[in-house]
């Protein structure tokens, strides 16, 4: 379990991340969200014991990562892919981290064969990996001490699609078995496939957390009609908030039924009536990150 | 219908022992024994002992071939085979720090062992064993030169006393423990390397154009105070001397490093 506990981080004057709180329970797989800058490496890197946080806590399993007496077999890190000694083969660097962590060699191969790197692969220098083969080094190398935990920051970067549905796989499979996964993307739908809960952070702010399926039901519904001028008519004069997407569509924070009923008294023929699902989330993502992202852009 | 069964039935992390006590806590010999394969299983790190190695080699067929006769003994011989190493290993001291930082691999490397100042103290052990690795090389080296200059008509005396091997394997380990303490304290490898050789020339120059630098000199440039320890002999006061220049050069910023390092974020 990890558990972070009113955790801030500044520097100078600028607050990367303030008062962030959240637990990741075994079991479920926590997709952590923000854009560029939100401030998700460095709380992850503050759980991690890599960063001294201004204030608050962080602990796995009930105490912090510097007295863990050997991480490795507890909890799986994967903050950078690159962060790799460029000379070193992909063998080499799962044997340093086997050896270190006092465990059999034999779950080197094991652990490479298993993330899809193959012999001629693991005997290469880490400088001729590609993202997608250095995300996929990283993963044998979070697992390779056989952990309960997982933090993963960004692992879909630089994997193609097929990989990306291969690691939603090995993460779905991690936490059904009683793993704890927190993962980390800027794009909300690469961890809603996976995720069970969400922590959106913008701007070093918790901005919403919570079930992955009550944020979604609570994201709205879609609704569409033959005479959109007349929707429009009869939700303003229902006083419910609207917002019209792209395509006619339009997303309402209300449930179906009050929206149905409204349309029926009004005789207005609709075409469309669902939950907005992740369409609305990401609206809501958008909208409650986009003012930081262009904070983050301009300073 | 048939349900699938997955044949991973075990849950995650359980099938590990419990970790997370102190006696399951990393040892010093496994740190160790990682930081020394760490020097060699690079492309950089292997040709340097290779390169040392090879020097090595090359200082017996100097002295084999145009050193005097007197000179061809087994202690003039391990003297001049160790000053490739005493050059060189240095460097992979340096590297040893600073690659962490500039390849980095501090990111893994303290995500695994949270407690960065056995890392370190695991670096000094490698480097002082590699040092130790060395002299016992060059002894070899040395031991084989010297029966050629038998043959050749040299002086070929076995002589070396404990004192003067001592001597000697200490010489390696002050330069490579002083390269060391330079990488940690500057974590960079090009500003370490090149301030690593050019303090101490610096000095070597200063020293020799302003005259009350010079007294100082005596007792902080390490380049002088070590010069006895690959001699015959060696006194009491030049003793302190080297252990007070050893003090500003390692120990200062072996300790202003260690504090860095174990300050620094990491990211």
């Not at chain 1, 969400?198 to 918790?206: E, S």
């Not at chain 1, 924070?253 to 009004?266: H, L």
């Not at chain 2, 490698?126 to 029966?147: E, G």
């Not at chain 2, 304290?185 to 630098?213: E, G, H, Q, R, Y």
Request: glycine share 10%.
């Amino acid at each position: 379990m990890i558990s972070v506990d009113h955790l801030s981080k500044r520097y100078g004057a600028h607050p990367a991340v303030n008062d962030v709180s959240f637990t990741c329970e075994p079991g479920t797989v926590t997709g952590f969200l923000g854009p560029n800058g939100a401030g998700k490496s460095t709380t992850m890197r503050m759980i991690c014991g890599l960063t001294a946080p201004t204030s608050g806590t962080a602990t796995i399993d009930g105490r912090p990562y510097q007295r863990l007496a050997n991480p490795g077999r507890r909890i799986g890190v994967l903050l950078d892919a690159s962060a790799q000694h460029a000379g070193r083969t992909g063998r080499e660097i799962l044997t340093l981290a086997a050896m270190t962590q006092g465990l059999d060699r034999r779950r080197v191969g094991e652990s490479l064969e298993r993330v899809g790197l193959n012999n001629t692969a693991a005997k290469r220098r880490v400088k001729a990996y590609s993202l997608g083969m250095r995300q996929r080094l990283g993963l044998a190398y979070a697992l390779l001490g056989d952990p309960g935990i997982l933090i993963l920051d960004e692992p879909a970067n630089g994997l193609d699609p097929e990989g990306i549905f291969w690691m939603r796989g090995l993460l779905r499979d991690f936490a059904d078995r009683g793993g704890t996964v927190l993962l980390s993307s800027h794009l909300l739908r690469e961890v809603e496939a996976v995720a069970d809960r969400l922590v959106v952070i913008g701007g070093g702010r918790v901005v919403a957390q919570g079930d992955k399926d009550e944020l979604l039901a609570a994201s709205g519904t879609v609704v569409r009609a033959l005479d959109t001028a007349a929707l429009d008519a009869v939700l303003s004069r229902a006083g419910l908030t609207a917002v019209t997407s792209a395509d006619g569509s339009v997303v309402v924070q209300a449930d179906a039924e009050t929206i149905g009923r409204a349309a029926a008294q009004a005789a207005l023929v609709l075409l469309e009536l669902r939950p907005a699902g992740s369409g609305g989330l990401e609206q809501m993502f958008l909208t409650l990150t986009a003012g930081d992202s262009v904070k983050e852009a301009v300073r | 219908m048939t349900a699938v069964q997955s044949p991973q039935t075990v849950p995650a992390g359980v099938a590990s022992p419990e970790p997370g006590e102190r006696a399951g806590r990393i040892s010093m010999v496994t740190l160790t024994r990682v930081e020394l394969r760490k020097l060699a299983d690079t492309r950089s790190g292997f040709w340097m002992l290779v390169v040392i190695g090879l020097a090595g080699a090359a200082t017996a067929a100097i002295m084999l071939l145009a050193a005097p006769g007197e000179e061809q003994a087994f202690q003039p011989l391990l003297a001049f085979a160790l000053l490739p190493a005493s050059v060189l290993l240095p460097v992979l001291g340096i590297l040893s720090m600073t690659s962490e930082w500039s390849q980095r691999t501090a990111l893994t490397t303290f995500t695994l062992v949270p407690e960065r100042g056995r890392v370190i103290l695991a670096k000094l052990l490698a480097c002082v064993l590699i040092a130790v690795a060395a002299t016992v090389a060059a002894a070899a080296l040395s031991a084989a030169a010297n029966l050629i200059a038998i043959g050749i008509g040299g002086d070929g005396s076995w002589h070396l006393t404990a004192d003067q091997a001592g001597r000697l394997l200490l010489n390696q380990v002050i330069f490579v423990l002083m390269g060391s303490a330079f990488g940690a304290l500057l974590m960079n490898s090009p500003l370490a390397i090149v301030l690593f050789f050019a303090i101490p020339t610096a000095w070597t120059v200063l020293s020799s154009l302003v005259k009350w630098l010079a007294t100082a000199a005596e007792w902080i440039d390490i380049n002088m105070t070590s010069t006895p320890l690959s001699e015959p002999d060696m006194g009491a006061g030049e003793w302190g001397r080297l252990a007070v220049s050893a003090a500003v050069w390692i120990l200062l910023p072996l300790v202003a490093g260690t504090v860095r390092v174990l300050r620094r974020e990491v990211n």
